[in-house]
Each structure stands twice: as C-alpha cells, then as structure tokens.
Nanobody
Framework: QVQLVESGGGLVQPGGSLRVSCTASGIIFRIAAMGWYRQAPGKQRELVASITSRRNTNYADSVKGRFTISRDNAKNTVYLQMNSLKPEDTAVYYC?????????WGKGTLVTVSL
C-alpha cells in the first residue's frame, strides 16, 4: 500500500521560513518523480515544485528564488524549504509521487502565513 505522509506545516509570519517534508512508503522512491502542490481556499490545486529521479527541478514562477525542493532517497523523503513566505503562500500543501505513470497523493499539510 502506497502512503505519502506530509509534515511540517504550521503558522508562520510573513517573511519567515518553513520546511515541509513528505515520507513515502510502498513505492520504489528512488525512481519516483516527486512534487509539491498547493491549494488555497477557493482556488485550484497548482504545482509548486517538482524533482525528478535524476534531481532535475522545476518551480512555479511565483516561488522561484524563494522555495527549494530536495530529496533524500535514503530516507524516502522529499522536502520543500520555503523562505520569504508571503500571505499568498497560505494553502494546503500536498505531496505527489509519480511512478510508472501512476500518481499518488498525500493528505496534505496546512501552511498559514499570517501575522
């Protein structure tokens, strides 16, 4: 059974930093393409960042230069380091794994950027 478990969300002030993590089980993590998506209230889910099995990365324009995605294959974990957070970054952040054409999703972790 595939499981993706996110952690690390919470409340942070504008300008602050936060790191969210996603630990996977039930998949061959090292071959998986991993991604972080987010969904704000009333908005569609959008891609934030992704990283391939070869560690090629891709970012949404809105987070370039502020967010960094990385992976630790030994720990079956993907990270999203978020710096210079803005109120508009407030959303539920979801972990995604793509393996052999199949997508898997975590349940999400809430990130709130507010005073």
């Amino acid at each position: 059974q595939v499981q993706l478990v996110e952690s690390g969300g919470g409340l942070v002030q504008p300008g602050g930093s936060l790191r969210v993590s996603c630990t996977a089980s039930g998949i061959i993590f090292r071959i998986a393409a991993m991604g972080w998506y987010r969904q704000a209230p009333g908005k569609q889910r959008e891609l934030v960042a992704s990283i391939t099995s070869r560690r090629n990365t891709n970012y949404a324009d809105s987070v370039k230069g502020r967010f960094t995605i990385s992976r630790d294959n030994a720990k079956n974990t993907v990270y999203l380091q978020m710096n210079s957070l803005k109120p508009e970054d407030t959303a539920v952040y979801y972990c995604n794994a793509g393996v052999n054409g199949v997508d898997y999703w975590g349940k999400g972790t809430l990130v709130t950027v507010s005073l």
